[in-house]
């Protein structure tokens, strides 16, 4: 009963290096999502995929990029990692848009030098 | 600009004791507004849902309410215990931006025994 799987846990990275956070639903779940989390702060949404074969943007696109590999994957992808993106990252998956209960990973915490 | 704002940053109470956590929103227009529990170093779960027709709704000693004419919820926790600290996020959806919901900063709650 996994639930939303969120790999690495742990990520640090050198400015400039990339790298891809992967996401996987075992809900059969329609739509996913990756968040971001800063001290303090609320979440705020990076991308979100309504369907498998979709990507729409969120509040904080800028310097990432996403795949929906299928149904149950969704990756997020830092192509020049830089220290304002140090943040905790969060993906979740709902049933459908907007009115379901989204679940979420455990996040992976990621650190910029 | 949509936004949510929580009331108080952070709360301490003594086990065993009540305490309402508010949630004010200029969200519009409305599709739902949810209630999530956040435990330290783990993603965020959902406590309650609620749409524009529904002022309270109940998860065990959590009870959400919800007043859209002045855009406030507010979540009461009966009988706090010990597993009650975590932080608690209001997040409201956006009907026209299907994906797009409005975080808040959270509460912060500590229950001490």
């Known amino acids: 009963n996994a639930g939303v799987t969120q790999t690495p846990k742990f990520q640090v990275l050198k400015t400039g290096q990339s790298m891809t956070l992967q996401c996987a639903q075992d809900?059969?779940?329609?739509?996913m999502y990756w968040y971001r989390q800063d001290p303090g702060m609320g979440l705020r949404l990076i991308y979100y995929?309504?369907?498998?074969?979709?990507?729409d943007k969120g509040e904080v696109p800028n310097g990432y990029n996403v795949s929906r590999l299928n149904k149950r994957e969704f990756s997020l992808r830092l192509e020049s990692a830089a220290p304002s993106q140090t943040s905790v990252y969060f993906c979740?998956?709902?049933?459908?848009?907007?009115?379901?209960?989204?679940?979420f990973g455990a996040g992976t915490r990621l650190s910029v030098l | 600009k949509n936004q949510v704002e929580q009331s108080p940053q952070s709360l301490i109470i003594l086990e065993g004791k009540n305490c309402t956590l508010q949630?004010?929103?200029?969200?519009?227009?409305?599709?739902?507004l949810r209630w999530y529990k956040q435990d330290t170093g783990r993603g965020p779960v959902s406590l309650t849902i609620?749409?524009?027709?529904?002022n309270t709704k109940s998860n065990g000693r959590y009870t959400a309410t919800l007043d859209a004419d002045t855009k406030q919820s507010s979540l009461h926790i009966t009988a706090s215990q010990l597993s009650d600290s975590a932080s608690y996020i209001c997040?409201?959806?956006?009907?026209?931006?299907?994906?797009?919901?409005?975080f808040g900063d959270g509460t912060t709650l500590t229950v001490k025994p």
């Open positions: 979740a998956s709902s049933e459908g848009i907007a009115k379901n209960i989204q679940y």
């Open positions: 809900m059969n779940h329609n739509s």
């Open positions: 995929s309504a369907s498998e074969g979709t990507t």
């Open positions: 949630c004010n929103y200029t969200v519009s227009p409305f599709s739902n």
């Open positions: 609620m749409t524009f027709s529904e």
């Open positions: 997040v409201v959806n956006w009907e026209t931006n299907a994906g797009k919901s409005t």
